[in-house]
Every structure is written in structure tokens, then in C-alpha cells.
């Protein structure tokens, strides 16, 4: 929320500078996300105390030798006037009308010598010169907006029309006119009080000590009474716990005065007609959102089902099927959950959120039905992302605005609307409040505050005062430690339930930063593994290592999305959402391969190489049960080249089948346990190319493989055509659980090894697993390593067979080998396995 500085001054002296104002702010809770400075020292553009000056117009001439300029005649403070050449188009409407010193006109001009803005150059800064145009020297510039970094406006020349609300006087340097520091503060759910001038005056007030100004609420009312002309009734009452309504008649249509157009603009606001600017000045000034309606629009509503009968605004929640167009020109499907206000000839608006395009203010509205009220901000949250509108007004109401601002909001309005648009504001209001909210009383102990805010010094009565800066209402300042003080939050303040929020205020307005540090007084806790979090994260670290990245996802999905993977519904009962954030988010996962497939089918849009993993839990609800489990598994999916694009590589030998696999067999090697890998087949895997993952014993821990193409086709994966994908699932909690408690650590080899190949023929069917174990179990202690490094199958092998050829690593700890050695142990390998898998050397 932007917050200009010359308007918080309105409100609460400020004797600090922008950048001290700021840090006081943020380091009571009140984030600073920005500071911009306007033509005061700090600015991009300094306006010269000297050369740059609010001048007033005194007369406008024809300039005698061009059709598009004028001479504007202008008093600046000095002995006598300047006449200025100018070609600003909104001047010409006063040629020819004489002296015009009674219309307190004023622009802002800069003298020979200043620097300004010139939005012909790409708005570089650049120096006044003067020179002649047309035949007349001039030495001074009437400036726009955007000459003098206020804007993009170049249209015309900054006019400022005086008013009874706003005196000016001509030579006044435009610093003191104009200048200003505005604050750009993040208004965070916990500070929605703050989400206004007053809310953030309120704040530096308490922090500094200053009186705080509230803006008068005194409405002057001469118009016909109210009462008989409007009714008002709300069907839910928790969601719309207060509605205010005032009727203003007379309201003339026109621009709002300067003064309150600079302040919208600076708020980040675009002024549009006066009572649409008043509606959207009190909004920030007091932080509580009104609406504007049309009232003869609702009167001739009114008078088709109620003639001579009043206005009746209902709210209630949407009908199936309903829509409304709203301000913006958007028509909107309305769901049965949003509020609205209506009558009963149609909807009016969006409760709380926006009004309907029907009822607004149109340049002939000439009377005006004026509503300030209060909605559940739960509601209002939910609506605003429903709908996919987002406002002033819904900011502030889904934060929370507490009922009693309402009557404060609508009184402010009317008031302006009737001494800044000559409006006649009808007697009386119609307050309409069907759920009374009763003040919260919290009992806060001293001791609880001194315990839980370390500030040990502090007494009931400091206690006391710090808490009724901010305006609480304490009872029993007297009390000693161990004694209660009885506190009662203000009317604006929605966010206090106990104790502990009034600690935090005390803390806030103490000062967070003279909070004195203190030493743990105690012995260290014994120091405690965790080594369950210690196995995932060496599981975490092997991979980082093989160069795969860890990617985090969503625990919540559909049970549409996770139906992609298998291509069909899972049937098992999911862990639901009653309110989730988004409709894609709705239900705790069952898989988590399919998360990580999401987050890589995104991402193979701007990589052609993936390579991600995933440690996480999934949720699956067994049937009868009301508590899911929470199992870890781990994910994996890679694609894509095999080695990064390289000058000594061309990257096109893609990934395949025994990459991940292979992947999988380090993080074997790394866990210090052995997995067999088995043909299988798998739902949204590629037959074939799937294997089962399985323990020693036989127990299957996961899968891996080549997904289906309908797979990769259903999350729409954008590789190239026959590109394979390659996923992996596994039981982490399982795998984990297996593993032995203490790691096991080789001593480094002393003695040098032997490495020989052994071609063997076998059985087709017989897998290259099986003929490693055989040959483990075969060659003893002595063969420390086996590799497959070629399968073949063809000539000189006979139908039925194949070749299996295998790296054998000897080596002793004890010796060094001889070649005898070697050759005896190699005999009773080929002797063993021509027995146990029927192998014979090629």
C-alpha cells in the first residue's frame, strides 16, 4: 500500500525523515517494500527551491505570430509579472478572457536555469535555456506532470484551481506545494488494521508518541429523513454481520479538487469524477471500503415490486446458475458460496468485492444511495479467487475489516459528497445489524509478560501505557507481578483472541530492538541423531552425485492428475480438502512418481535433458480408516541426451533403459546393499522394458523402466518422437528399514589386483543377475569384483544360447597373487557354474 507522507501529516505529526520513517515502520511489523521521493532531496528529479515555483495565471493571450502558442501571463513572487510562452492546449480555453486573478489558477513553472524532464528525449533530465519562439524571448516553462516526474500526463500544463479546502500562494517554491515522500508498505494478513492512512497514522502515533488526528465523522443532514425509503435484510448474517446505508441527493457530477486527485494519484489511484473520488479517498483514508449505487436506478427498480414502497436490498448467497456483470464489463458465472447484494428484481453487486455494471454511477446520477458495510473476510477471500477478481475493496475486506467502521466509513463519505459535490445528505441511517460482535476482554497477566517477552523490568502500569497507545482500554495498571490486567481490544482490531497477542503489541511498540539479549541459563540438552532424516538425506546426496536434481513438488493433486500415469482412475479412497486453495490441489497424493512427472513434463518444455528425484510421502487411506498413512518413497525420472552438449560431443546418444538403471544400481552401491533387478510389467510402463526392484531376500521395493508412450503422451511431454522417458518408484521406508545400522568400511588394498575376462555360453533364458551371483558364490573371497561388459547372441552361438562376458577382478589382503593362483581359482569357477547355471566357456 502506497502510502504518501504530506497525507499521513493530516493525521499525526512526523518529525522524521522518509528513511527513518520507514525503519521505524518495518522494524515495528510494517514491512518497507519501497520509497519513492518526489522532487525533495533523494529524488531522481530535485526541484530547485529557487528556480522551481508555483505560479499563478493571471491572463492568457494570442501570441502574435503563432496560431498554437499562447502568452500566459503569470505572477511568480516577484516585483512583476513573467509572461510565459506556451503551447499548452489546456490554456486556450482562456484566451480572451481578461484578468483572470479572481480564478485562483496556479501551475508549477521552472525558471531559466532548473532542470526538468523532457518527454521528447526519453525523459532525460535537461537544463532550461532561454531563447526566443516566434519572435519572443522566453526564459520560463510552464510545466506538465510528466516534465516534472509526476506522472506520464502530457497533455497540458499542470493546472491547480484553488478552493476554500486549499489556499496557495504564487512564488511558493513547488517542494513545499508538491513535494512529497511516499512509502510502499507490504500490508500482510496480521496488519490488516494498517491497510490506511489513518491504520498507519494510528501505528506512528503509539510508536512515537504524537496525538493521533482522527478526521471529523460530523455529517450535516438537511434532507428528507431516510427512514420509510430504504430496508435492508441479509439471509446470513455471519457473512454479512453489518450494512450501513445513507441516501445523498443533489451530488453535482464534476472533477474532485486538486488536492484530493494529487493524494489518489500518489496512493496509486486514477482520479475519475468526484463521486467516484470521494468513494475511493475514504476507502484509504480509513481503510473501510463503500459503495455508491445509483438511487433513482433503485427507485424505478423499486416501483415494479414495491410502488410508493422503499428500497429493499437484500444480501444473500448466489442461486445455481446465476451471473452478474460487474463494473469492469465482465460477466461472471456466480457460484452458490459468493455473496451478493441484491434486490428483488436482480443482483446489484458482488458483496464486498465490486458493484454491477446496472447500478453504478453514471454521469447524469444525480442522488446516490451510499452502502459502507461488513463481510466475513473467509468469504470474501474465497469469492475474490473464484472469481478471479481482485480490488481495493477485496483486499481490505479478505484481511478482515471490523463492523464498527462501517457507520465511521459512510459518514466520511456523505459529508464530502455533500461539501465537495453539493450534494443534500437525507436525515438519518439506516444501520442494519442482524449479528452484534461483542468486544474482546482478555485477562493478561504481568508475569506472562515479562516470561514470554524477556522484558524482566517492566510493571503493570508500563505494561498499560504501551497498550493504550494503540488505543486498548486496560484495567488494573496497578498490579504487581503475578497480578492481571484486564484489557478490552479496540473496534478496529479483528486479529486479538488472547494473551499472547497483546504480548506481541507490547513487544512491537517497546521496540523489538531494545529487547535485551540473554544467555540460555542452563545446561545443553544431550545431543541426539536422527537417523532416519540422516539415511534420506545420504539417499539425497548419492544422487545429487550421479548429477540428478532434487525437485520438490505439491502433496496435493486429483485424483484426475494421478490418473495419468496408469491411464486409469485410482479406486482406493483419497485424503480430501474441505476448502482447498485450488481446485488442482484438492486431494493428499497417492503416488509420488506422478508429482515428479508433472514438474518434468513442465520443464521438458525448455530443457531437452532431464534428470530429477524426489524423497517424499504419499497418503494413502486405508478403507474404515480416518487417518491416512504417511510412507516415504523416492521418484526419479530422467530423459533426454545422455551427456551435456559438448564441443567433443555431438549430445544425441539419448538416455535409455540401463541409464537409470544404472542410476539405481550406484545408489545400490552407495546404500551398501544389493537389489535384483527382474523383468515385470507395470500399469503406464513400457512392456518389456520394466523391471522389478527387489531385496536379496526377494522382497519388491519398487520399479523401474521406460514409460508407455500414451503415458508420456497423456502428460504431454515435449521430446522427441520415440525419445524415451525413463521413471523409477521405490519404498523408501522399506529400503531404509533394511539397511544395517552400522555401515561397513573396507580397509584400502594393499596388494596389487588381477583382473581377467571369462566368456560364458548359457541358456537364453537365464538372466545375466543369476550368472553374476553364481560367480560370486564360485570364485570366494578372492573375486572382489564381476562386471557384464557384452551379451551376445548370433553366429557361432548356438540357437537357444547365449554369450555372456564378464570382467573378474581378483585380488587378496593378505598377498600378492601369482597367475597360478588366478588360474587354479578360475578352474573351480568354470567347474562350479558348468554345474549350478549349466555354463560353458566360449
Given at each position: 500500500?502506497?502510502v504518501?507522507?504530506?497525507?499521513l501529516?493530516?493525521?499525526?505529526?512526523?518529525?522524521?525523515?522518509?528513511?527513518?520513517?520507514?525503519?521505524?515502520?518495518?522494524?515495528?511489523?510494517?514491512?518497507?517494500?519501497?520509497?519513492?521521493?518526489?522532487?525533495?532531496e533523494g529524488?531522481?528529479?530535485?526541484?530547485?527551491?529557487?528556480?522551481?515555483?508555483l505560479?499563478?495565471?493571471?491572463?492568457?493571450?494570442?501570441?502574435?505570430?503563432?496560431?498554437?502558442l499562447?502568452l500566459?501571463?503569470?505572477?511568480?513572487?516577484?516585483?512583476?509579472?513573467?509572461?510565459?510562452?506556451?503551447?499548452?492546449?489546456?490554456?486556450?480555453?482562456?484566451?480572451?478572457?481578461?484578468?483572470?486573478?479572481?480564478?485562483?489558477?496556479?501551475?508549477?513553472?521552472?525558471?531559466?536555469?532548473?532542470?526538468?524532464?523532457?518527454?521528447?528525449?526519453?525523459?532525460k533530465?535537461?537544463?532550461l535555456?532561454?531563447?526566443?519562439?516566434?519572435?519572443?524571448?522566453?526564459?520560463?516553462?510552464?510545466?506538465s506532470?510528466?516534465?516534472?516526474?509526476?506522472?506520464?500526463?502530457?497533455?497540458?500544463?499542470?493546472?491547480?484551481?484553488?478552493?476554500?479546502?486549499?489556499?496557495y500562494?504564487?512564488?511558493?517554491?513547488l517542494?513545499?506545494?508538491?513535494?512529497?515522500?511516499v512509502?510502499?508498505?507490504?500490508?500482510?494478513p496480521?496488519?490488516?488494521?494498517?491497510?490506511?492512512?489513518?491504520g498507519?497514522?494510528?501505528?506512528?502515533?503509539?510508536?512515537?508518541?504524537?496525538?493521533?488526528?482522527?478526521?471529523?465523522?460530523?455529517?450535516?443532514m438537511?434532507?428528507?429523513?431516510?427512514?420509510?425509503?430504504?430496508?435492508?435484510?441479509?439471509?446470513?448474517?455471519?457473512?454479512?454481520?453489518?450494512f450501513?446505508?445513507?441516501?445523498?441527493?443533489?451530488?453535482?457530477?464534476?472533477?474532485?479538487?486538486?488536492?484530493?486527485?494529487?493524494?489518489?494519484?500518489?496512493a496509486?489511484?486514477?482520479p475519475?469524477?468526484?463521486?467516484?473520488?470521494?468513494s475511493?479517498?475514504?476507502?484509504?483514508?480509513?481503510?473501510?471500503?463503500?459503495?455508491?449505487?445509483?438511487?433513482d436506478?433503485?427507485?424505478?427498480?423499486?416501483?415494479?415490486?414495491?410502488?410508493?414502497?422503499p428500497?429493499?436490498l437484500?444480501?444473500?448467497?448466489?442461486?445455481?446458475?446465476?451471473?452478474?456483470?460487474?463494473?469492469d464489463?465482465?460477466?461472471?458465472?456466480?457460484r452458490t458460496?459468493?455473496?451478493?447484494?441484491?434486490?428483488?428484481e436482480?443482483?446489484?453487486s458482488?458483496?464486498?468485492i465490486?458493484?454491477?455494471?446496472?447500478?453504478?454511477?453514471?454521469?447524469?446520477?444525480?442522488?446516490?444511495?451510499?452502502?459502507?458495510?461488513?463481510?466475513?473476510?473467509?468469504?470474501?477471500?474465497?469469492?475474490?479467487?473464484?472469481?478471479?477478481?481482485h480490488?481495493e475493496?477485496?483486499?481490505?475486506?479478505?484481511?478482515?475489516v471490523?463492523?464498527?467502521?462501517?457507520e465511521?466509513?459512510a459518514?466520511?463519505?456523505?459529508?464530502?459528497?455533500?461539501v465537495?459535490?453539493?450534494?443534500?445528505?437525507?436525515?438519518?441511517?439506516?444501520?442494519?445489524?442482524?449479528?452484534?460482535i461483542?468486544?474482546?476482554?482478555?485477562?493478561?497477566?504481568?508475569?506472562?509478560?515479562?516470561?514470554?517477552?524477556?522484558?524482566?523490568?517492566?510493571?503493570?502500569?508500563?505494561?498499560?501505557?504501551?497498550?493504550?497507545?494503540?488505543?486498548f482500554e486496560?484495567?488494573?495498571?496497578?498490579?504487581?507481578?503475578g497480578?492481571?490486567?484486564?484489557?478490552?481490544?479496540?473496534?478496529?482490531?479483528?486479529?486479538?483472541?488472547?494473551?499472547?497477542?497483546?504480548?506481541?503489541?507490547?513487544?512491537?511498540?517497546?521496540?523489538?530492538?531494545?529487547i535485551?539479549?540473554?544467555?540460555?541459563?542452563?545446561?545443553?540438552?544431550?545431543?541426539?541423531?536422527?537417523?532416519?532424516?540422516?539415511?534420506?538425506?545420504?539417499?539425497?546426496d548419492?544422487l545429487?552425485?550421479?548429477g540428478?536434481?532434487?525437485?520438490?513438488?505439491?502433496?496435493?493433486?486429483?485424483?484426475?492428475?494421478?490418473?495419468?500415469?496408469?491411464?486409469e482412475?485410482?479406486?482406493?479412497?483419497?485424503?480430501?480438502?474441505?476448502?482447498?486453495?485450488?481446485?488442482?490441489?484438492a486431494?493428499?497424493?497417492?503416488?509420488?512418481?506422478?508429482?515428479?512427472?508433472?514438474?518434468?513434463?513442465?520443464?521438458s518444455r525448455?530443457?531437452?535433458?532431464?534428470?530429477?528425484f524426489e524423497v517424499?510421502?504419499?497418503?494413502?487411506?486405508?478403507e474404515?480408516?480416518?487417518?491416512?498413512?504417511?510412507?516415504?518413497?523416492?521418484?526419479?525420472?530422467?530423459?533426454?541426451?545422455?551427456?551435456?552438449?559438448?564441443?567433443?560431443?555431438?549430445?544425441?546418444s539419448?538416455?535409455?533403459?540401463?541409464?537409470?538403471?544404472?542410476?539405481?544400481?550406484?545408489l545400490?552401491?552407495?546404500?551398501?546393499?544389493?537389489?535384483?533387478?527382474?523383468?515385470?510389467?507395470?500399469?503406464?510402463f513400457?512392456?518389456?522394458?520394466?523391471?522389478?526392484?527387489?531385496?536379496?531376500?526377494?522382497?519388491?521395493?519398487?520399479?523401474?523402466?521406460?514409460?508407455?508412450?500414451?503415458?508420456?503422451?497423456r502428460?504431454?511431454?515435449?521430446?522427441?518422437?520415440?525419445q524415451?522417458?525413463?521413471?523409477?518408484?521405490?519404498?523408501?521406508?522399506?529400503?531404509?528399514?533394511r539397511?544395517?545400522?552400522?555401515?561397513?568400511?573396507?580397509p584400502?588394498?594393499?596388494?596389487?589386483?588381477?583382473?581377467?575376462?571369462?566368456?560364458?555360453?548359457?541358456?537364453a533364458?537365464?538372466?545375466?543377475?543369476?550368472?553374476?551371483?553364481a560367480?560370486?558364490?564360485?570364485?570366494?573371497?578372492?573375486?572382489?569384483?564381476?562386471?557384464?561388459?557384452?551379451?551376445y547372441q548370433?553366429?557361432?552361438?548356438?540357437?537357444?544360447?547365449?554369450?555372456l562376458?564378464?570382467?573378474?577382478?581378483?585380488?587378496?589382503?593378505?598377498?600378492?597373487l601369482k597367475?597360478?593362483?588366478?588360474?587354479?581359482?578360475?578352474?573351480?569357477?568354470?567347474?562350479?557354474?558348468?554345474?549350478?547355471?549349466g555354463?560353458?566357456?566360449?
Open positions: 500500500m502506497r504518501p507522507i504530506s497525507w501529516k493530516e493525521y499525526v505529526d512526523v518529525d522524521l525523515s522518509p528513511t527513518e520513517l520507514d525503519s521505524l515502520l518495518t522494524n515495528a511489523g510494517m514491512e518497507g517494500v519501497g520509497l519513492e521521493i518526489i522532487g525533495l529524488a531522481d528529479l530535485v526541484w530547485d527551491r529557487e528556480l522551481v515555483l505560479a499563478q495565471v493571471l491572463k492568457v493571450d494570442r501570441h502574435p505570430e503563432a496560431d498554437k499562447v500566459a501571463s503569470v505572477d511568480y513572487g516577484a516585483d512583476e509579472p513573467k509572461t510565459v510562452v506556451t503551447g499548452a492546449p489546456n490554456l486556450f480555453q482562456y484566451l480572451d478572457q481578461g484578468d483572470l486573478s479572481d480564478r485562483r489558477l496556479f501551475s508549477p513553472m521552472v525558471l531559466e536555469g532548473a532542470t526538468y524532464l523532457d518527454p521528447y528525449k526519453d525523459l533530465p535537461r537544463k535555456k532561454g531563447k526566443p519562439l516566434r519572435g519572443i524571448y522566453n526564459d520560463a516553462m510552464l510545466c506532470p510528466v516534465e516534472l516526474g509526476l506522472g506520464e500526463d502530457h497533455d497540458g500544463i499542470l493546472l491547480i484551481q484553488e478552493d476554500e479546502h486549499r489556499a500562494r504564487a512564488g511558493t517554491p517542494q513545499d506545494v508538491l513535494g512529497d515522500a512509502l510502499d508498505i507490504d500490508v500482510i496480521n496488519i490488516a488494521r494498517c491497510a490506511s492512512i489513518v498507519i497514522a494510528r501505528e506512528v502515533a503509539a510508536l512515537t508518541g504524537a496525538e493521533l488526528r482522527m478526521p471529523s465523522l460530523d455529517v450535516q438537511d434532507g428528507e429523513p431516510i427512514a420509510g425509503r430504504v430496508e435492508i435484510h441479509t439471509e446470513h448474517p455471519e457473512l454479512n454481520p453489518r450501513v446505508a445513507m441516501v445523498i441527493e443533489g451530488v453535482e457530477q464534476k472533477p474532485s479538487p486538486f488536492w484530493m486527485q494529487h493524494r489518489l494519484r500518489l496509486g489511484q486514477r475519475i469524477n468526484v463521486v467516484v473520488d470521494i475511493n479517498y475514504v476507502l484509504l483514508e480509513l481503510g473501510q471500503p463503500n459503495h455508491t449505487f445509483d438511487y436506478f433503485l427507485r424505478a427498480r423499486a416501483d415494479q415490486y414495491a410502488p410508493d414502497g428500497i429493499r437484500i444480501t444473500r448467497l448466489a442461486h445455481e446458475g446465476e451471473t452478474l456483470t460487474t463494473l464489463g465482465v460477466e461472471h458465472e456466480l458460496n459468493n455473496i451478493l447484494v441484491t434486490d428483488p436482480g443482483n446489484l458482488v458483496g464486498g465490486m458493484g454491477g455494471h446496472d447500478s453504478e454511477i453514471r454521469p447524469e446520477t444525480t442522488n446516490v444511495l451510499l452502502e459502507a458495510a461488513a463481510w466475513n473476510f473467509i468469504n470474501i477471500r474465497r469469492t475474490q479467487r473464484q472469481l478471479a477478481m480490488t475493496a477485496g483486499f481490505r475486506f479478505s484481511r478482515g471490523h463492523p464498527a467502521q462501517a465511521r466509513g459518514r466520511r463519505v456523505a459529508e464530502l459528497l455533500r465537495l459535490a453539493g450534494g443534500t445528505v437525507a436525515e438519518g441511517i439506516v444501520d442494519y445489524r442482524p449479528l452484534e461483542e468486544p474482546v476482554v482478555v485477562e493478561l497477566e504481568v508475569s506472562y509478560v515479562r516470561r514470554l517477552s524477556g522484558l524482566t523490568d517492566l510493571d503493570g502500569a508500563q505494561v498499560a501505557d504501551l497498550l493504550r497507545r494503540l488505543e486496560v484495567e488494573g495498571e496497578n498490579a504487581g507481578d497480578e492481571t490486567l484486564r484489557v478490552t481490544a479496540p473496534d478496529h482490531r479483528i486479529d486479538i483472541e488472547g494473551p499472547h497477542d497483546l504480548v506481541e503489541e507490547v513487544c512491537r511498540i517497546y521496540g523489538y530492538h531494545r535485551p539479549m540473554t544467555v540460555l541459563a542452563d545446561s545443553l540438552p544431550p545431543q541426539r541423531g536422527n537417523p532416519s532424516l540422516e539415511a534420506e538425506e545420504n539417499v539425497k548419492i545429487v552425485e550421479l540428478l536434481h532434487e525437485a520438490i513438488t505439491y502433496r496435493l493433486t486429483t485424483p484426475e492428475a494421478e490418473a495419468r500415469l496408469s491411464g482412475p485410482d479406486e482406493s479412497p483419497y485424503v480430501r480438502l474441505a476448502n482447498p486453495s485450488t481446485q488442482d490441489r486431494v493428499m497424493r497417492h503416488s509420488l512418481l506422478a508429482s515428479v512427472l508433472e514438474v518434468a513434463a513442465g520443464n525448455f530443457r531437452r535433458r532431464l534428470a530429477l517424499g510421502n504419499i497418503f494413502p487411506l486405508a474404515g480408516k480416518d487417518r491416512p498413512e504417511e510412507l516415504a518413497k523416492l521418484a526419479m525420472v530422467v530423459a533426454g541426451p545422455r551427456d551435456h552438449a559438448h564441443w567433443q560431443n555431438d549430445g544425441e539419448m538416455m535409455d533403459f540401463f541409464d537409470l538403471k544404472g542410476v539405481v544400481e550406484c545400490a552401491e552407495g546404500l551398501q546393499t544389493e537389489w535384483v533387478f527382474e523383468p515385470t510389467e507395470q500399469a503406464g513400457r512392456p518389456g522394458k520394466t523391471a522389478r526392484i527387489s531385496l536379496a531376500d526377494g522382497t519388491a521395493v519398487g520399479v523401474l523402466g521406460e514409460l508407455h508412450p500414451l503415458t508420456v503422451e502428460y504431454e511431454f515435449r521430446v522427441e518422437k520415440d524415451p522417458v525413463l521413471a523409477a518408484e521405490l519404498d523408501l521406508d522399506l529400503i531404509l528399514g539397511l544395517d545400522a552400522t555401515p561397513s568400511v573396507d584400502v588394498p594393499v596388494y596389487p589386483a588381477i583382473r581377467e575376462d571369462l566368456a560364458l555360453v548359457v541358456d533364458g537365464l538372466s545375466a543377475g543369476q550368472v553374476r551371483d560367480l560370486r558364490e564360485a570364485g570366494g573371497p578372492l573375486l572382489v569384483k564381476v562386471e557384464l561388459f557384452d551379451v548370433g553366429e557361432h552361438v548356438e540357437a537357444g544360447k547365449k554369450s562376458a564378464y570382467h573378474l577382478t581378483f585380488q587378496s589382503r593378505s598377498k600378492t597367475d597360478k593362483d588366478v588360474e587354479k581359482q578360475r578352474r573351480r569357477i568354470l567347474a562350479q557354474l558348468e554345474k549350478t547355471v555354463a560353458t566357456l566360449r
